[in-house]
């Protein structure tokens, strides 16, 4: 028999004198102004429910208080006693009653309803981590993805609300409000001249970035020349993490490698470098990365709350402070979802959270719809492939938007920023070294373009 794991001896968390001192202040809050009544009586149910309370009769008066007041009927021991009565018979209703009524002072009601929270919420995870516990001794061949998927679920429906978060005032806020210019030290720059201008100085620390374009239109020629800025900004650069769920890591070296050295990708996979050039390049390649903080490379996982782990591993243990995701579309999270756009938005929920809790600039690459293309016009937010959930979660999105391919070695690309939440929209001009596969800055002199093929 598959042995269960049984909870010990010890009492859950509980705080009865809150119990207490909570529906003892409700039961005599008539006493004091309706606006008292109105307003924390909302404030309390949207804190606590009945099914906080550890003691069943508590639940049950404090139920039946708010059915009282939903029906517009007084709150008092002599006014609920028949709804007591008829919610459970026992006698010694009224001896509870008067108990209660000189217990708790309405004025600090919400301090009561904040303590017995905390206790449910401690009850909660010990009542979820010993179901877990049981499950994972029970299964003849447990699934850790379902176990982890349900165990995930059920502690974020425990997690706090927020409904019982205290405003800050504007006087305060503004008091311990500090120079941004003193934070620019902790942004994560892009380069890419205008582009890290228009994202004022580069991508914030726990912030969503979202990069979207169409098939073979520079999405990750993108993220990569955005890595290795970042990599080597600075004086010690600003390490990096590299997920690809869609290329294996040799071909990102390949990339890496034509972007380092100038060398056409194109010459590096038909071969056609000599073994002394291919090694010396290689190796001023790799100094030139180590002499950095450099880019760390992860490939084949797809499960959304892995990559997530390893963004606050890396951010941990190697000081990451960008994390790019390559992409979206190709990722998974597990649970039941009844829709693909829900399963999007878990999984851009999780990252948005991620990026705050790890104290990183996430990026992440995804897939624009045929749209624009089809209609021959520059792609915008609602090509974003499940949009809605994107947008939300996003701090920034970026959208590149290639032009007419030609013959010539640098194409005209575009890049627009389509959401900004801390600054402006617009875009910025690029060009995309088709042989290196770089983005650039651009110049313009007269009427003939130039470029510049240093990464700036």
Not at 191 to 210: A, S, V
Not at 409 to 426: D, F, L, M, V
């Amino acid at each position: 028999m598959p042995r269960k794991v049984q909870p010990n001896d010890r009492l859950p968390p509980q705080d009865l004198d809150a119990e207490k001192a909570l529906l003892g202040a409700m039961l005599v809050a008539h006493t004091f102004r309706s606006d008292w009544v109105d307003a924390d009586f909302a404030e309390i149910r949207a804190i606590v429910g009945p099914e906080a309370f550890y003691v069943p009769a508590h639940a049950i008066i404090f139920r039946v208080m708010l059915e009282s007041r939903d029906a517009g009927e007084p709150v008092d021991g002599v006014a609920i006693l028949p709804r007591l009565n008829a919610a459970e018979d026992r006698d010694d209703w009224p001896e509870i009653l008067n108990t209660l009524a000189d217990a708790g002072d309405p004025a600090n009601g919400l301090f009561y309803c904040r303590a017995i929270r905390r206790a449910f919420q401690l009850r909660e995870l010990i009542r979820v981590c010993h179901r877990t516990a049981n499950e994972c001794f029970a299964s003849v061949a447990p699934d850790p993805s379902a176990i982890t998927a349900a165990l995930a679920k059920s502690i974020e429906a425990i997690d706090d609300t927020g409904a019982d978060r205290e405003a800050v005032h504007e006087g305060e806020l503004l008091q311990r409000m500090e120079n941004p210019a003193s934070r620019m030290a902790e942004k994560v720059p892009v380069g890419l001249g205008w582009l890290n201008r228009n994202l004022d100085g580069g991508l914030d620390l726990g912030t969503l970035t979202i990069i979207g374009a169409r098939t073979s239109c520079g999405k990750t020629s993108l993220a990569l020349s955005v890595a290795l800025h970042a990599s080597r900004a600075g004086d010690d650069g600003c390490p990096v993490l590299y997920v690809s769920a869609e290329m294996s890591i040799a071909e990102l070296a390949l990339r890496l490698y034509a972007m380092r050295t100038g060398i056409p990708l194109s010459k590096l996979r038909a071969g056609e470098l000599d073994e002394p050039t291919f090694t010396r390049e290689r190796n001023q390649a790799a100094l030139a990365a180590k002499s950095g903080r450099g880019i760390w490379l992860l490939d084949g996982v797809t499960d959304a709350r892995a990559i997530a782990a390893a963004v606050r591993r890396y951010a941990r243990r190697e000081g990451v402070r960008l994390a790019i995701v390559d992409f979206l579309g190709l990722l998974s999270i597990p649970g039941e979802f009844e829709r693909h756009d829900l399963r999007i938005g878990a999984m851009t929920r999780l990252f948005k959270q991620s990026a705050s809790d790890a104290g990183v600039a996430l990026l992440v690459l995804s897939q624009l719809n045929r749209g624009s293309a089809n209609e021959n016009r520059e792609p915008r937010l609602s090509d974003l492939r499940d949009s809605g959930s994107i947008e939300q979660d996003a701090d920034v999105v970026l959208l590149i938007h290639r032009g007419k391919d030609t013959p010539e070695p640098i194409a005209e690309s575009k890049i627009i920023i389509a959401k900004h939440r801390q600054g402006a929209t617009g875009s910025v001009d690029l060009g995309y070294n088709k042989k290196t596969l770089t983005f650039h800055t651009r110049t313009a002199t007269g009427d003939v373009p130039s470029w510049s093929y240093a990464t700036q």
